[in-house]
T-cell receptor, first 111, second 117 residues
Framework: EDQVTQSPEALRLQEGESSSLNCSYTVSGLRGLFWYRQDPGKGPEFLFTLYSAGEEKEKERLKATLTKKESFLHITAPKPEDSATYLCAVYPGSATNKLIFGTGTLLAVQP | GAVVSQHPSWVICKSGTSVKIECRSLDFQATTMFWYRQFPKQSLMLMATSNEGSKATYEQGVEKDKFLINHASLTLSTLTVTSAHPEDSSFYIC?????????????FGDGTRLSIL
């Protein structure tokens, strides 16, 4: 069964304290892995797409990496405005439109 | 780029009312649009997938007669919750995927908070 697991469920950081969020996936092939940010009461905001192992993408303080089994979202010197829920999702290799979502990591960055 | 607009953002109505939610892709054409439901502190649950000009595909357990989906153009899909009851109260989110193929990311609207009294 296709599955996406995110850890930790919640993470509290001090401003400037770098860390990483993990997304492990078990799917029958991988057609794409996506990272989103979701603020309370809002829809997910697209951050990155990764398609193959070894690929990396960066945007401001965020960097996403991909291996054959997992993806990491590295947050460097976070600021309070980075506080949000970060969602990981994959398109499995089977012919389906369905995104498989992880349950998210709730990040709180304290000033 | 890749902006998806969802309207309304908040609806409060009486039990038995039908409610229509619109989802528009503002700066790209969306071959496929998706409708999700999200419960508090949970991840998104896919309700249905719609392709422009064809009938929607509903996930198991989702009543197609309760949740009517129309995808009339490459930029607009609508979800109508018919004869809504309090148990239909939830956060509904749409997403759209461009014409570039099945590996493209989905871009999400800001959701509609539906409260049925």
């Amino acid at each position: 069964e296709d599955q996406v697991t995110q850890s930790p469920e919640a993470l509290r950081l001090q401003e400037g304290e770098s860390s990483s969020l993990n997304c492990s996936y078990t799917v029958s092939g991988l057609r794409g892995l996506f990272w989103y940010r979701q603020d309370p009461g809002k829809g997910p905001e697209f951050l990155f797409t990764l398609y193959s192992a070894g690929e990396e993408k960066e945007k401001e303080r965020l960097k996403a990496t991909l291996t054959k089994k997992e993806s990491f979202l590295h947050i460097t010197a976070p600021k309070p405005e980075d506080s949000a829920t970060y969602l990981c999702a994959v398109y499995p290799g089977s012919a389906t439109n369905k995104l498989i979502f992880g349950t998210g990591t709730l990040l709180a960055v304290q000033p | 780029g890749a902006v998806v607009s969802q309207h309304p953002s908040w609806v409060i109505c009486k039990s038995g009312t039908s409610v229509k939610i619109e989802c528009r892709s503002l700066d790209f054409q969306a071959t496929t649009m998706f409708w999700y439901r999200q419960f508090p502190k949970q991840s998104l649950m896919l309700m249905a997938t719609s392709n422009e000009g064809s009938k929607a595909t509903y996930e198991q357990g989702v009543e197609k007669d309760k949740f009517l989906i129309n995808h009339a153009s490459l930029t607009l899909s609508t979800l109508t919750v018919t004869s809504a009851h309090p148990e239909d109260s939830s956060f509904y989110i749409c997403s759209a995927r461009g014409t570039g193929g099945g590996n493209q990311p989905q871009h999400f609207g800001d959701g509609t908070r539906l409260s049925i009294l």
